[in-house]
């Protein structure tokens, strides 16, 4: 069973969907088992993607970030009684369902510390099953981090919930140990993964977009107007168009003033069959730096500028910084971001490929190997090995 609590986007989400579609193609082989799971979310619209074979949702109700902390998305309840609501949900799919292995996507206990009671009543059902806390390569800055964890309690206690901790990243490009962004009394049980990058399952493109293109896209769009408002007056290179994909979140007002202020040789969308799909046609790609975007964008050859979100959170200004200054992919800081500066970079890098090279993007594989291991299982190839020699051939 894989949980996210999906309070604005579809990253949450779209990253356990990622590892859902890996360990259904890779555990059978791994264990000799078939496998079965239920993806729990927060965001309705997630079950628009596709799931694995054997696999389902599970939809909580929803909840969206208000002014003084968490609020119900929909229902016209309070908080306290929402929160009742998705912990008793979560106590009767654990109980019923009686998984072996349980990723908890990000935040420990959930929302509101949702999840303790169900995680305690499986550890006293089903001490046998393994529950892992996935987080992605950045939490924050080390200040904010650090007061997040000091929020969960003792982390003994935290210890006592958890088998291990997946960091979905390469540490030699951010190390969130090192940093201080996950305390080192938890070192212990990190296991760094490799970003959940090669591999990722994708559709046909919608193809209502000429090609040559060049892409710009936001995510869920929630927050993405700015970015998508400067980026659609930017001028079209010759002999391409221009597609902005808004996100299924972004408001209509927001997706109309865009598409009025869009430069001849732009269309601007709400949403597509398939971001990944438009990315790897792409001739060049703008995108916000959220996790799973970069994501798929280095599963690409595709040369990339990432305009991060710098509020509230700093997660994606300093994945975007860490990624340029490997060399990854460009960064505009949304201070500089204006049309002529996305014009001229059009100009520069359109259609030239931009192979990525050291750095461990093999993360869906490997998260497949982690979960046998953790299960009880062999698995012939150490992963140790595995990075080291994939590293070699990158190198080379």
């Given at each position: 069973?894989?949980?996210?609590?999906?309070?604005?986007?579809?990253?949450?989400?779209?990253?356990?969907?990622?590892?859902?579609?890996?360990?259904?193609?890779?555990?059978?082989?791994?264990?000799?088992?078939?496998?079965?799971?239920?993806?729990?979310?927060?965001?309705?619209?997630?079950?628009?993607?596709?799931?694995?074979?054997?696999?389902?949702?599970?939809?909580?109700?929803?909840?969206?970030?208000?002014?003084?902390?968490?609020?119900?998305?929909?229902?016209?309840?309070?908080?306290?009684?929402?929160?009742?609501?998705?912990?008793?949900?979560?106590?009767?799919?654990?109980?019923?369902?009686?998984?072996?292995?349980?990723?908890?996507?990000?935040?420990?206990?959930?929302?509101?510390?949702?999840?303790?009671?169900?995680?305690?009543?499986?550890?006293?059902?089903?001490?046998?099953?393994?529950?892992?806390?996935?987080?992605?390569?950045?939490?924050?800055?080390?200040?904010?981090?650090?007061?997040?964890?000091?929020?969960?309690?003792?982390?003994?206690?935290?210890?006592?919930?958890?088998?291990?901790?997946?960091?979905?990243?390469?540490?030699?490009?951010h190390d969130p140990v090192a940093s201080g962004e996950i305390p080192g009394k938890l070192a212990s049980m990190v296991r760094y993964t490799g970003y959940l990058a090669t591999g990722r399952q994708s559709r046909r493109r919608t193809g209502t977009t000429a090609k040559p293109y060049v892409l710009t896209m936001a995510g869920g769009g929630s927050d993405g107007r700015a970015m998508l408002l400067t980026a659609a007056q930017a001028t079209v290179p010759h002999g391409y168009e221009h597609l902005i994909v808004t996100g299924p979140q972004m408001p209509k007002e927001d997706r109309v003033l865009i598409e009025k202020s869009a430069a001849p040789g732009t269309r601007v969308t709400s949403m597509v069959r398939d971001g990944l799909a438009e990315m790897r046609e792409a001739s060049a790609i703008v995108s916000m730096g959220g996790y799973n975007s970069v994501c798929e964008i280095m599963s690409t050859n595709t040369p990339a500028l990432v305009v991060p979100r710098v509020h509230p959170r700093r997660e994606q200004l300093i994945r975007a910084e860490s990624l340029a200054r490997h060399e990854l992919m460009d960064m505009c800081h949304p201070d500089q971001f204006a049309p002529q500066v996305l014009t001229d970079w059009f100009e520069t890098v359109v259609g030239t490929p931009a192979p990525r090279h050291n750095v461990d993007l093999n993360g869906l594989h490997t998260v497949g190997e982690y979960a046998a291991e953790l299960l009880g299982f062999t698995v012939p190839t150490p992963h140790t090995d595995l990075r080291s020699d994939w590293k070699t051939l990158a190198a080379v």
């Amino acid at each position: 069973m894989l949980y996210s609590h999906d309070s604005q986007g579809l990253g949450h989400t779209r990253r356990n969907l990622a590892l859902a579609h890996s360990l259904a193609a890779n555990l059978p082989g791994l264990t000799n088992r078939k496998v079965t799971g239920l993806l729990v979310t927060g965001e309705s619209q997630a079950t628009r993607f596709d799931s694995p074979d054997g696999w389902d949702w599970v939809v909580l109700p929803g909840i969206s970030k208000g002014s003084d902390g968490y609020v119900p998305r929909n229902l016209a309840i309070n908080q306290s009684k929402l929160i009742r609501l998705r912990s008793q949900i979560m106590e009767a799919v654990l109980s019923e369902f009686r998984p072996h292995l349980v990723v908890v996507d990000r935040h420990a206990f959930g929302v509101d510390r949702e999840l303790i009671s169900a995680l305690s009543d499986l550890k006293k059902a089903r001490p046998s099953c393994k529950v892992v806390l996935g987080l992605r390569e950045i939490l924050d800055s080390p200040k904010v981090a650090r007061r997040e964890w000091e929020a969960l309690g003792s982390l003994d206690r935290l210890r006592g919930y958890f088998d291990e901790l997946w960091v979905y990243g390469d540490p030699d490009i951010h190390d969130p140990v090192a940093s201080g962004e996950i305390p080192g009394k938890l070192a212990s049980m990190v296991r760094y993964t490799g970003y959940l990058a090669t591999g990722r399952q994708s559709r046909r493109r919608t193809g209502t977009t000429a090609k040559p293109y060049v892409l710009t896209m936001a995510g869920g769009g929630s927050d993405g107007r700015a970015m998508l408002l400067t980026a659609a007056q930017a001028t079209v290179p010759h002999g391409y168009e221009h597609l902005i994909v808004t996100g299924p979140q972004m408001p209509k007002e927001d997706r109309v003033l865009i598409e009025k202020s869009a430069a001849p040789g732009t269309r601007v969308t709400s949403m597509v069959r398939d971001g990944l799909a438009e990315m790897r046609e792409a001739s060049a790609i703008v995108s916000m730096g959220g996790y799973n975007s970069v994501c798929e964008i280095m599963s690409t050859n595709t040369p990339a500028l990432v305009v991060p979100r710098v509020h509230p959170r700093r997660e994606q200004l300093i994945r975007a910084e860490s990624l340029a200054r490997h060399e990854l992919m460009d960064m505009c800081h949304p201070d500089q971001f204006a049309p002529q500066v996305l014009t001229d970079w059009f100009e520069t890098v359109v259609g030239t490929p931009a192979p990525r090279h050291n750095v461990d993007l093999n993360g869906l594989h490997t998260v497949g190997e982690y979960a046998a291991e953790l299960l009880g299982f062999t698995v012939p190839t150490p992963h140790t090995d595995l990075r080291s020699d994939w590293k070699t051939l990158a190198a080379v």
